[in-house]
């Protein structure tokens, strides 16, 4: 430990111009990687007797002090070393400041009262009493009383250890402790723990009266799961959470009863850009949170149930859904200044003005019934929030400046209505609405097998863009929807042991039913639920079907943001299909497990399938897999697996297998996929699984001539809404898909180029025949 004083005047430095404040104003900045060469997390502050300020900043090298009386000119006037640790967070009660850190400092001790004119001299680290030491912790709060809360420690469960700090502020007392689950987060008043229970995925409330026996009296899961920080309002009845990972929100909770804590309302700062929220805290009626990527942000919640954005101030430059950019915010000094500390970017001292939102408010009902509608969406045009009405019809919204806007009420089956209103910072409109129901028509889907044979139990989903529809065929292979839209659909029809279709077909009152014919085979897009399962003995990173979300591990995505785009649709099997990257695949295996599927009557039978692997694995050795398993039903043969070549990551990579070489093909195969992250090394494993088919032949080497054979160009290749052809020919041209199927018959009568319409195909791999030439072209 080496204590120093020093006196450096810190100049306001510029920054990038691109940082942008909406009711903040950049002060001052200073660059901690110039000061001395470290990253930030959190932040404090401290008023001395005289009324001035001071920032308390947590760096990965130690503690920082300055002097921001004069918020446009700060200075340093101490630095604590410590050990190096990504985490420090600090508090501060009295004169003394506590510092908690994930390094081994235990809890640092800083006497403040020699300000502000005495030099700093006095500190102490605390490791708990004998027999019940520990070294480190993640965070603490400290209350009204003196008590204070470590929470996260290196012992027991790393729950919350509570401190008598009053009786002697260098030297803390335990009282008491609360292990029931590992603590993130807290905050404490009149004698009740608010804990946010991270890994667990819920926050709860403890009675700490008695210091030495809480009792828990209620728990809330968050809606990710992830429940990092916690913060109560001012008078008592709300709590605000933030969950830490990509897409989450901030979400507050009524807690007038411990027993039913519910929701109210919850909102993001960037909707659709997967931002990670990071720690929110309550001044008066707002809620001034780190937000990571965004900067800091600042709502209204003077009503919690209809929380506003009025300001925000972007530390970071870039975009990011992890953990960069603003990590800590002080919102508390008597003179206003705002303190935010971003991790690479050092500290900003910020000047808010805190102005309340313009709100809105109504209930939305049906003009012939007059009952309420659910589900309505309801926009303040040109913001990023939409609000959603109640089942009651209900809905509260707002924007965070006086106005007229246009504000847009739509739901499906209804004719969306556009009303111009004028809304005033500080005060609430009540706008009642009446949405007119559109007339609705029927449409059917016959599906079939080749030879005319109705299929059912097949999948059957038409897709409008604005709502998707789907339905399970009945025992004549019919599907009958209700529909109110004139216009294009993508009809995707499905079952295992049949070849998927997928197509774009323009549906009116005047055509009203179509017949799908469906050839037998096995293909799986996972479009649909085919009945592939799982297992796992891993601590997280289950295998899931769904749309790939993408997570995003610096530049990089560690599990597919998109699904295969030669097959149809957008689903794929995943694992860890979230964002954030706390679930990826940690300490066992993940299988995916097929169906079983039938080849027997096949000559040169192959499975073909499309696979993501991602590893991260610094300077750990790389020891985890990615492997692939073929049963007949009785024995069971490796025929794939991706290890550590990096230039195959972050990608889907196609395969196809010739089933002969490595086992005799039965009626009862089944394919494993399995990801492996072993306990050894700590890595972030990720897998991708899609466009599962089998075929006769290998269809990733589809013969074509040699160049000398060929006499015509086709591009582009991969193609989208069309192919050209140039070359001479007269005669039909064929497109046929890998199930020998002609898709496209396109008819040249003369010149030297030939232009194929491919808009309404599906993504996939084709086969152009010219004559007796053949190409494999890609749809992308």
């Known amino acids: 430990m080496k204590n120093t004083l020093i006196f450096i005047l810190i100049l306001f430095t510029s920054y990038n111009v691109n940082s942008q404040g909406v009711n903040i104003d950049l002060l001052s900045h200073v660059n901690y990687q110039s000061l001395h060469n470290t990253a930030l997390n959190d932040v404090w502050g401290y008023v001395d007797e005289d009324g001035n300020e001071y920032a308390l900043v947590g760096a990965e090298k130690g503690v920082s002090v300055l002097d921001v009386t004069d918020p446009t000119n700060p200075t340093e006037i101490f630095w604590l070393s410590g050990s190096n640790s990504t985490w420090r967070d600090l508090k501060v009660n009295g004169d003394y400041a506590y510092i908690t850190t994930e390094g081994n400092d235990g809890l640092q001790i800083i006497d403040l009262s020699p300000l502000p004119g005495g030099t700093i001299t006095n500190t102490t680290n605390y490791y708990g009493p004998s027999g019940g030491m520990w070294t480190s912790a993640h965070n603490l709060y400290i209350d009204e009383n003196g008590y204070g809360y470590i929470f996260g420690s290196s012992r027991d ?57 809480p009792v828990l009296l209620g728990t809330k899961e968050t809606p990710s799961s992830f429940a990092h920080n916690i913060w109560l309002s001012e008078d008592g009845d709300y709590v605000f959470t933030t969950d830490e990972v990509s897409d989450a929100y901030i979400t507050a909770y009524n807690v007038t009863d411990p027993n039913n804590i519910f929701e109210v309302d919850r909102i993001q700062s960037s909707p659709g850009d997967a931002v990670v929220p990071h720690n929110a805290h309550v001044l008066g009626d707002f809620l001034v949170t780190s937000y990571y990527a965004d900067g800091v942000v600042i709502h209204d919640v003077s009503d919690p149930s209809n929380m506003v954005e009025i300001g925000r101030y972007d530390t970071y430059p870039g975009t990011s859904t992890s953990t960069t950019g603003n990590w800590g915010a002080y919102p508390f000094f008597p003179s206003g200044t705002l303190l935010a500390t971003d991790i690479d970017n050092g500290l900003f001292v910020l000047g808010p003005n805190y102005t309340y939102g313009a709100k809105l408010e109504g209930n939305v009902t049906n003009s012939s019934t007059s009952n309420p509608i659910q589900g309505v969406d309801v926009t303040v045009v040109g913001s990023p929030q939409v609000e959603v009405t109640s089942l009651g019809g209900d809905y509260k919204t707002g924007v965070g400046a006086s106005g007229t806007y246009d504000v847009l009420y739509e739901k499906y089956g209804y004719e969306a209505q556009t009303i111009s209103t004028t809304l005033t910072a500080g005060d609430t409109v009540i706008q009642d609405v009446q949405l007119t129901p559109i007339p609705d028509f029927d449409f059917t889907v016959n599906v079939e097998d080749e030879n005319g044979n109705p299929i059912l139990d097949a999948d059957v989903r038409l897709d409008h863009g604005i709502n998707e529809f789907n339905q399970t065929t009945d025992g004549l292979g019919v599907a009958d929807f209700s529909l109110v839209f004139d216009d294009n659909y993508n009809v995707v029809v499905g079952k295992w042991g049949y070849v998927t279709s997928c197509q774009d077909i323009f549906i009116d009152e005047n055509n009203v039913s179509i017949t799908v014919v469906l050839p037998d085979g096995y293909y799986d897009d996972f479009s649909f639920d085919f009945g592939w399962s799982t297992t796992s003995d891993a601590s997280s990173g289950q295998w899931e079907r769904g749309v790939p979300q993408g997570e995003q591990v610096g530049d990089y995505y560690a599990n597919p943001n998109v699904d295969s785009p030669l097959d149809c649709g957008e689903y794929a099997f995943v694992t860890d299909n979230q964002p954030g990257i706390s679930g990826n695949v940690s300490d066992g295996t993940v299988t995916l497990i097929s169906p079983i599927f039938d080849m027997t009557g096949m000559s040169d039978p192959h499975v073909y399938y499309e696979r993501w692997f991602y590893c991260y694995y610094g300077q750990t050795p790389f020891n985890d897999t990615l492997k692939v398993i073929l049963s007949n039903g009785s024995d069971f043969v490796e025929i794939d697996a991706q290890g550590s070549d990096e230039s195959l990551f972050e990608q889907w990579v196609p395969v196809s297998v010739k089933v002969n070489d490595f086992i005799t093909p039965t009626s009862t195969m089944q394919l494993f996929i399995s990801t492996s992250d072993f306990f050894s090394y700590s890595n972030i494993t990720e897998a991708g699984f899609d466009n599962f088919r089998v075929s006769e032949g290998d269809i990733l080497s589809i013969d074509e001539q040699k160049d000398e054979l060929i006499s015509h160009t086709v591009y582009p290749n991969p193609f989208n809404d069309k192919l050209t052809i140039e070359g001479e020919y007269e005669g039909d041209i064929f497109l046929f898909d890998l199930n020998g199927k002609i898709m496209k018959v396109e008819t040249s009568t003369s010149g030297n180029l030939t232009i194929i319409n491919t808009d309404r195909l599906t993504n996939g791999i084709y086969v152009l025949q010219i004559g007796t030439e053949k190409h494999k072209v890609i749809k992308q």
């Open 157 to 213: 469960e790393g729950g919350v250890i509570i401190l008598d700090l009053f009786t002697d502020p260098m030297n803390p007392i335990e009282v008491g402790s609360f292990e029931d689950w590992y603590v993130h987060d807290g905050f404490v008043e009149n004698d009740i723990m608010y804990l946010a229970h991270v890994y667990d995925g819920f926050i709860s409330m403890v009675d700490v009266t008695d210091k030495s026996n």
